[in-house]
């Protein structure tokens, strides 16, 4: 099973390398992975998509706080969430799949921030198989390129996670 | 160009004026220094006794910071590999992180394998390493490596100090990192433009250390603990499985005391040994891969276990989807990560041994004055009638029988270093065949008098690591049990021994061959010996020993061995690092051994008997 992970860390140099490191040297999976710092600038937040039973979900968390630098760590898909992606994909969109390309973006809610006479540059949020299912309705041959951040969660209601 | 940068600062002087700038204060009154006395004073406030290691360019401010002290005595090796490994067994030995000083680049790997040895026995240790200049990093210096990089998977955790003044701060934190928890080895990469003589900062040195994101397990959860003493006392076929966290976290006492108090038996893992007295009735000696009969089949057929400071490692449980099918497991560590890693525990219980033991023990007392049937009498005799009946059957005792005439068996060399020392010595070991029989047969009565590579397995840690203990103990009896593969791989050393006039005894079991390599190839691979001899081109051990300028002795027949063993112990030689090579038997294997695949009563006993079938050949 897919799970969101998010963790706050001290925002020093090396952290990261450590954090990445763990997943190579434990043999674990990263799927997506974003970070950046938070209000407070001491601390990173960083949000990575792994799979796995729940034991091994476990020992990433549990390995994930033995890390020093790491200050609190959580499993998002455990409760209520709001997972968002963001996704710029640039589409080729020519004659008469100008305007279908137009509508697939409008029906998805995505906004074009790009044109050229030749095609369009889309930006898109959402759930990640929101994305996915953009990316299958325009189709292979008229994706130019796809730049994705990786998944981004915050738990519903009055749950946080803070230091 | 660090040649020059390094010779304009010697021309401006570590000299005169240098030495009075460090009694110079700034306005708060701290004493203002250079990063290299900076770091030499916040180790002696941290309470280093010793430093182990070796000079080189990035390394050399911090070196001249050494000449200009007496508090703390630097070690000067011959490998930096040694140096780690010193250290780590002065940890092991004292309960105190040893510190290593190395310089970049190859100075730095060089001392890799010792850390990563240290970090898989959890062994408080402060590595600082040189760095090439700040300004230089990332520009493939002299000597550059990046040794926070490098590192990163074998330590607890590492930093890069780029200014003077955060040394003070980075050693203190350093030092408290390594030390609680779970304890590893902490490096601290130096560049060397931050030691600079001529840069002067103001000392601090924190007392106390508080961190926000570190803050690890002291005391265990109360209703869990509650949960254990219980399970405890309702076992009919229980067992103590100790290991190295109950020597680290300083728990031999009072786990002896419970394990006393119920009269349950104890088995210890080959990091464990010594933490429940060796030589007594309750101790089934060491379970696992090379465990006793008694030890591995009390395992499989419990009902309940209660591991202590230990991490169900592959060496112990043999297969673990086979694993002590009828046990309810109790699992005391204080690493989270630790507990239902491999096996699953039912009762999961994070915190300091020490703490937690201490807790169970009174509520083992409190339970037992409400109701003091607990216990089952009973059923703990009949318990106790069947491990008996395994040690009676299958017994290290079982496992050698001396023939007149015929090659000494590694087995009795263990057994007359036993006698010739009371079985009171340190031991340090190195890896292979020798570890296990030294392990098995001599019955280690205290906690951290048994020093080997558990986890790692590093070849080359038997002689530094008695060196090291040495160091801790002046007056102690230390010998090295290795084997002539092992020795052969840190044997440089001899040379820092007599530097030191380190009276260590080093036993070595030479079996001309790497002797565990060899009996895996006579077991799994039809005995074709790929590489794992070398009969033909071996030094003579003797006049080897000799040249370093220390006492060699050769023993080739079983009738010699006991008398040259007391003699190399005797108070002739109080003074002196002896060596004594042993010609033992090189086609003796070491049993019992697990069956690969199996659960933990599935045993080889010899070569030709099994637990499975008798006979198996």
Avoid at chain 1, 5 to 33: D, H, K, M, P
Avoid at chain 2, 37 to 47: F, K
Avoid at chain 2, 107 to 124: E, H, L, Q, V, W
């Amino acid at each position: 099973m897919r799970h969101i992970i998010a963790v706050l860390l001290e925002n020093e140099a090396g952290a990261l390398s450590r954090v990445v490191g763990l997943f190579a040297q434990r043999n674990y999976n990263i799927e997506t992975l974003t970070v950046a710092p938070t209000e407070d600038p001491t601390l990173s937040r960083l949000t990575l998509t792994t799979q796995g039973d729940d034991s091994k979900i476990e020992q990433i968390m549990k390995h994930l706080y033995k890390i020093i630098e790491v200050v609190k760590v959580i499993d998002l898909s455990d409760s209520e969430h709001v997972e968002r992606e963001l996704m710029l994909i640039k589409l080729r969109a020519e004659g008469s799949a100008r305007e279908e390309v137009k509508r697939t973006a409008d029906i998805f809610r995505g906004q074009i921030i790009d044109v050229t006479p030749t095609g369009y540059t889309v930006q898109l949020s959402g759930p990640s198989d929101k994305l996915d299912a953009f990316i299958r309705a325009v189709g292979k041959i008229s994706i130019v390129e796809v730049v994705r951040s990786g998944v981004s969660g915050i738990s519903r209601g009055d749950k946080v996670l803070t230091a | 160009m660090v040649g020059t940068s390094t010779d304009s600062k010697l021309e401006t002087g570590v000299t005169g004026k240098q030495a009075t700038k460090l009694h110079d204060a700034d306005a708060e009154g701290s004493e203002l220094m250079s990063g290299g006395d900076m770091l030499i004073r916040a180790l002696q406030d941290a309470g280093a006794e010793y430093i182990f290691g070796y000079p080189g360019g990035s390394a050399l401010h911090i070196y001249d910071a050494i000449f200009r002290q007496q508090k703390i005595e630097h070690i000067l090796v011959r490998h930096e590999q040694a140096a780690t490994h010193m250290a780590d067994a002065y940890a092991r030995a004292t309960g105190r992180p040893g510190v290593v000083l190395v310089t970049s680049g190859p100075g730095a790997t060089n001392a890799i394998t010792g850390i990563a040895t240290a970090y898989m026995d959890s062994i408080p240790m402060i590595v600082i390493s040189g760095q090439v200049p700040n300004a230089l990093i990332g520009t493939d210096a002299f000597q550059e490596t990046d040794m926070v990089g490098v590192s990163r998977p074998v330590v607890k955790h590492s930093f890069l100090v780029k200014r003077a003044e955060d040394i003070p701060e980075t050693i203190s934190k350093a030092f408290h990192i390594a030390t609680t928890g779970r304890p590893g080895p902490v490096v601290v990469d130096v560049p060397k433009d931050t030691t600079d003589p001529d840069l002067l900062a103001a000392y601090h040195f924190p007392a106390s250390i508080r961190m926000r994101s570190y803050n690890p397990a002291n005391k265990g959860n109360g209703r869990q603990i509650r949960k254990a003493a219980a399970a405890l006392l309702a076992a009919k076929r229980p067992i103590i499985y100790a290991g190295g966290g109950v020597i680290i976290g300083n728990g031999s006492e009072v786990l002896t005391a419970i394990a006393r108090e119920l009269n349950y038996p104890v088995t210890n893992t080959l990091m464990g040994l010594g933490c429940y007295p060796g030589d007594d009735r309750q101790f089934l000696g060491m379970l696992g891969m090379h465990g006793t009969y008694e030890a591995n089949m009390a395992m499989h057929h419990a009902d309940l276990i209660i591991a202590v400071g230990a991490r169900f490692d592959d060496r112990v449980t043999n297969n673990p989807t086979k694993f002590c099918p009828d046990a309810t497991v109790i699992h005391i560590d204080v690493d989270p990560a630790s507990i239902s890693k491999i096996i699953n525990a039912d009762i999961p219980i994070v915190g300091q041994v020490a703490t937690v033991l201490k807790d169970l023990e009174e509520i083992i007392g409190t339970l037992r004055a409400k109701n003091p049937d607990l216990p089952d009498a009973t059923a703990l005799t009949s318990w106790w009638q069947r491990i008996d009946e395994w040690r009676a059957a299958h017994g290290l005792d079982h496992q050698m029988q001396a023939e007149p005439g015929k090659p000494i068996l590694p087995q009795m060399v263990i057994q007359s270093l036993y006698r010739a020392t009371g079985g009171d010595a340190y031991i340090t070991s190195d890896v292979g065949q020798h570890q296990m029989f030294a392990a098995q047969y001599y019955k280690f009565r205290k906690p951290r008098r048994w020093i080997n590579s558990g986890g790692l397995g590093t070849m080359g840690f038997g002689l530094p690591a008695a060196m090291g203990v040495q160091f801790a103990f002046p007056e102690a009896t230390v010998a090295c049990v290795t084997g002539e593969g092992s020795f052969m791989m840190n044997m440089q050393e001899l040379s820092t021994c007599l530097q030191y006039g380190l009276p260590i005894k080093i036993v070595a079991l030479n079996n001309q061959a790497l002797g565990m390599v060899k009996q895996w190839q006579d077991m799994q691979y039809g005995g074709r010996h790929s590489h794992s001899t070398y009969s033909d081109s071996l030094p003579d051990f003797k006049t080897l020993t000799e040249a370093f300028g220390h006492v060699g002795f050769k023993v080739t027949d079983a009738a010699d061995l006991d008398a040259v063993m007391q003699e190399a112990f005797s108070e002739k030689y109080k003074n002196r690092t002896v060596f004594v090579d042993v010609w033992v038997d090189p086609h003796e294997h070491v049993y019992p051994m697990a069956i690969k695949g199996g659960s933990m009563q599935d045993m080889y006993l010899s070569k030709i008997t099994s637990s499975m079938q008798g006979d198996y050949m």
